[in-house]
């Protein structure tokens, strides 16, 4: 993994839609969109503006029609399949919106998938998962399925399951959507000392700003491109620069 490049997310160009002809709707309309190590990057916008479709395309969960990601200096397009499915394991974690737990497993269980995955114990995954579910104020429920929880509660066994495996970069899909002001502190704490780590990453996508004086930095999303960026509260850091690149120019002047 290449260790010159600063950045942990480099995204050029990127461009996505969905259907064709009639149906065709251009979704990422050019997105450049950069993200430091040890930065905590906040992704905010509107409802439909991409968000979710921008986190989906830098987690290889989606293809592009145009453009390119890098993770810590590295292409995922022209990886191996192989490998490509290696590097995702260990180090992306993903929070999803609709938290996509699997409802046969209990939360423990659920928390320790990336360990599983990766071919630890199931003994010392689950414990690992636990302690997790524990300090994310689940330690009595970490028997309990999927159906038998919150939200919110089901919103903590998905962050476990990004976290639990420490991943060099966490994306978040509204991670406290769900969460009381209290709850949406403390996940939030605890994310920000996982990207704390200089070689570490995370995004968040959010509505709740309640919760922006957790960020580095502020990324604003609109119509399928980051319209401006700047420092967050607690950013040290300048924030990158205002992409106004040639693809951003040439797609608004579309
Ligand atoms: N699979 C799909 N097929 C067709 N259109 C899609 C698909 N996925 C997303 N879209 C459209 O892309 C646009 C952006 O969706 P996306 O989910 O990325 O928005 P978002 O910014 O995450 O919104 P929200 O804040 O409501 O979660 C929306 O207009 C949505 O309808
Ligand atoms: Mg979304």
């Known amino acids: ?72 200096g590295r292409n995922l397009a022209t990886m191996p399949a192989d490998e490509r499915v290696l590097f995702r394991r260990s180090h992306l974690g993903f929070v999803f919106q609709q938290y ?15 360990l599983l995955a990766a071919g630890m114990r199931r003994r010392e995954a689950v414990d690992r998962a636990r302690a997790l579910l524990d300090r994310l104020g689940l330690g009595a429920r970490t028997g309990a399925y999927p159906r038998q929880l919150s939200g919110g509660q089901q919103q903590r066994v998905a962050l476990a399951r990004a976290l639990v495996h420490e991943p060099r970069l966490v994306i978040c899909d509204e991670p406290t959507a769900a969460l009381d002001h209290a709850t949406g502190e403390a996940v939030m704490e605890l ?32 119509d399928g491109r980051i319209v401006r960026s700047e420092a967050g509260p607690k950013g040290s850091t300048p924030p990158p620069p205002t992409p106004c690149v040639p693809s951003c120019i040439s797609a608004s002047s579309a």
């Open 100 to 114: 996509n737990l699997l409802q046969a497993l209990t939360a423990a269980e659920n928390a320790a998938v990336p």
């Open 191 to 222: 994310l920000a000392s996982s990207a704390v780590h200089p070689e570490r990453a995370v995004i968040v996508v959010t509505h709740d700003n309640r919760v922006f004086h957790f960020a580095d930095v502020i990324a604003h999303m609109d």
């Open 1 to 72: 993994m290449s260790t010159d490049d600063p950045t942990a997310v480099r995204c050029t160009g990127i461009r996505k839609h969905f259907g064709e002809d009639d149906a065709r709707v251009e979704v990422l309309r050019g997105v450049d969109y950069l993200v430091r190590r040890g930065e905590l990057s906040f992704l905010v916008g509107p409802s439909g503006c991409g968000k979710t479709t921008l986190i989906s395309v830098i987690a290889g969960l989606l293809g592009t029609s145009a453009g390119e990601v890098s993770l810590f």
